[in-house]
């Protein structure tokens, strides 16, 4: 069943709603670090995947992936490894194909999606930092986290002044993106998993601040967005230092975080939510039965309520998710 667009936005303006909508999202590239500028069929798998998933699943809106655009640039900087390198980092200048190219990927899956609002993803500057000091090919995920805590050891300021150059690219990319008929942003963040960053003080100071720098953007360029706070693959945030946060809907790992979707709603002062299902392999998504993934989707529902809520994952589900497994989720969801 295809909702209007007025129904499903309805949880996004935390609105009792005549529909509860639903959707998921996974990735469609081998990897989402492959490099589409230097390997453009990536691109062309991505919008691929992207029809076939959403054929498959009739989602009530799109949260789309950015496979092939997940390298940033880094301009200028010529050794990774070497901090002192990365004070020689430039913005990359407004016509630069990593900004130009994502304006195409945004307009390609609006026009996939047809009617369904659709919700562009972009990385925070600490994402997209930290995942350039690992070779994706043979380095693990967390191995990123270590290498910043230990930039931003050696020198803070440095780290500081790469991630608001970041920023400002991202803000050129925002405002790129508002052309292609997107509804919103779907704004991914996540604390540094190190020790030494994992603490109030460069909450504050950093993270929050770059950021905000970006939100602040975002807000201003469209009315309703998604704030994602990342759990994926176990990492953890601390998710009461982000109700400060200004983006609308709020998107976190309930798995994870130790906040439901109606703990959540309460913490982030009764703004709209979005989640409830687990993303990984261990999760009822994933593994269950048809009777026990319709009942955690009633579950959720019955616990959370029906105004200003939404229904999906903590973060990209696996790319072996069964397919059924999704329609059974939102084939209950429709039913309440």
Known sequence: MTYSCDEVLKAFR???ETVIPISFWRHFAESEFIDGLQHPEVIQLNLAGHKKFIDET????????????????????????SLSDWRSLETLPEGHPWLSGQYDLAVAQNKLAG???????????MILFKWALINHETEPLTLSDRRFADFYEENPVIVKQVLFKIAQDLKKLIRIVLKSGIEGIYYSTQS?????????DFFEDIMEAVDLEVQEEIKR???LNI?????FAGATNHLEWFTNYPLQVINWATDVDGYSLAQGKKLFGDRPVLGG????????LYSGTKSEIQAEAKRIVAEAGRRGVIIGADCTIPRDTPIEHLQWAIEAVHQL
């Open 227 to 231: 704030l994602h706070i990342c759990g």
């Open 221 to 223: 360029c469209f009315d």
């Open 58 to 81: 009739q989602p009530d809106f799109v949260k789309t992936m950015s496979d092939g655009y997940f390298a940033y640039p880094f301009l200028n900087v010529t050794d990774r490894t």
């Open 14 to 16: 935390n609105e009792t």
């Open 115 to 125: 009617k369904r609002p659709t919700f562009y993803t972009i990385f925070s500057p």
């Open 192 to 200: 540094i998993q190190d020790y030494r960053v994992d603490n109030k």
């Open 277 to 284: 299902f687990g993303n990984d392999s261990k999760s009822i």
